[in-house]
């Protein structure tokens, strides 16, 4: 079950780190955001993408395998 899990997902680099925000999975066990990369701060580049699930104590993480590329 997923009820009371939350995701966010960042974006780094040059060690800079933008996130769209944590949010509450919902009752199918998705969640989603709308934004664009101007929207969250991302400068033209090759940004890693991470997710981050957490459910109660348990945290996990993945790394895209892809970089997200923001073109100028």
């Known amino acids: ?13 040059d060690g ?4 769209l925000g944590r949010k509450d999975v919902n009752s199918a066990g998705a969640v989603s955001w709308i934004w664009t990369p101007a929207s969250i701060g991302l400068s033209p580049g090759s940004w890693t993408i991470t997710a981050t699930a957490q459910l109660g104590g348990t945290q996990a993480s993945s790394q895209d395998p892809t970089n997200l590329e923001v073109s100028s």
Request: glycine letters at 6%; hydrophobic letters at 25%; proline letters at 0%.
């Open 1 to 13: 079950s997923t009820r009371g899990a939350s995701c966010d997902i960042s974006f780094t680099k």
């Open 16 to 19: 800079v780190t933008k996130t």
